[in-house]
């Protein structure tokens, strides 16, 4: 079995930072893909950002040059930096992750249970 834990969210005012993280554990050959997404009240889940196993990043218009995704591979963790926040960034953050658990395995997707990031003065 497969877990991603995310943390890292909480209040920050507008033009403040903050860096969530995501801890993936159970059983892991290979991560893949990791990604963010986030799910404001009375909207859709978007992407935010993601990040290939190759390095290969790609970002939500909306936080271009604003957040930054990266990843440890030694530790099984995924963190977005955000910069810059803005009250529209306010939303239950989720990390998502591509895994494969064996060196036969399919990839599977797995996600986080999600934090709360709220941006407000």
């Known amino acids: 079995q497969v877990q991603l834990v995310e943390s890292g969210g909480g209040l920050v005012q507008p033009g403040g930072s903050l860096r969530l993280s995501c801890a993936a554990s159970?059983?892991?050959?290979?991560?893949?893909?990791m990604a963010w997404y986030r799910q404001a009240p009375g909207k859709q889940r978007e992407l935010v950002a993601t990040?290939?196993?190759?390095?290969?990043?790609k970002y939500a218009d909306s936080v271009k040059d604003r957040f930054t995704i990266s990843r440890d591979n030694a530790k099984k963790m995924a963190h977005l930096q955000m910069n810059s926040l803005k009250p529209e960034d306010t939303a239950v953050y989720y990390c998502?992750?591509?895994?494969?658990?064996?060196?036969?395995?399919?990839?599977?997707?797995?996600w986080g249970q999600g934090t709360q990031v709220t941006v407000s003065s």
């Open positions: 998502n992750a591509g895994i494969m658990s064996g060196p036969a395995s399919d990839t599977r997707w797995y």
């Open positions: 159970g059983s892991i050959f290979s991560i893949y893909h």
């Open positions: 990040l290939t196993s190759s390095g290969i990043t």
